[in-house]
């Protein structure tokens, strides 16, 4: 790669960062990994991103131990970076229940104060709603974030797996910067109404999972890669009925790939960046070879031909199973603001 990666800006209050980011749920082990040194990988991913312009760093405060391996791995060069980070979800202390939602005002005080604590920082730049309170109009939620804003803990505000109307409501009262949505070759439920909602109201889109959990760096041949604690195991995209089918949609990226000199993972974070200057994917990874590929992806230029080629792609299943019924999971509505 010649030197660091383009910049973009994030929503009406231009917000800059490079247009590929880094997801850092990958310390929470997702997908089943053990037996490294965490604190160690967190130091050279971002030593390596501040050099690639890698500068969108995306947690959340139920990322297991990220908040705080970021917060380690952070010190000295804090300004180097744009910190996102969320607060919402509840996580349960029991087995067999779910998470809760929770967009209240003592709530988003209690979490951001404790991941201000864990990531060694006194501000973060950017401060999600990591899901929306559906018993709590987003006008009383995204007012009470603004009030960080006002009091410097927070400096811009953004939305996670928000429906259209509920982006509309929650600009009405302060700007967003960002809505963070899956977004992927394998998923495409953003494009219909969100999308273009986002981009009228000037805020950015920032796709989680772009690589498809994975799936689009072409690598997986076989369930049976996937070990027992492997959150994939629970996506319908990976069953025994899907698998083989979803697999076959793989030929064209790796296809794509061939023809362009880059690997199947490239393509696919290309495929996004070509959707608009205002998207910037945040995928997430442990090793350095692959922050680096997914970097250099914003140098891969596509054809409107194999751009075409790449929508057709269509996937079998949803996209979840189990969260998905959780209610406002995904595309989250909150009731009206009783004046």
Known sequence: MAGPIPTRTLGSERLRVGAVGYGAMSFADVYGQSGYDKDASARVILNRAAALGV?????????????????????????????ATKFGIRLPTEANVAPKIDGTRAYMRQQLDQSLRRLGTDHVDLYYAHRIDPDIPIEDTVGWMAE??????????GLSEAAADTLRRANSVHPITAVQTEWSLWQRGIEDEILPTARELGIAVVPWSPLGHGALTATMTSRDEMGESDSRRQVPWFSEEHFDANQATLATVRRIAAEVEAEPGQVALAWLLHQGDDVVPIPGTRRERYLEQNAAAAFVALSPDQLTDLDAIRVQGERSEGMGAIRNWYDGVTPPRVA
């Open 148 to 157: 960080l804003v006002a009091e410097g803990k927070v400096r811009h505000l």
């Open 55 to 83: 500068t969108l760093i995306d947690t959340a405060d139920v990322y297991g131990p990220s908040e705080e391996i970021l917060g380690r791995a952070l010190a000295g060069h804090r300004g180097d970076f744009v910190v």
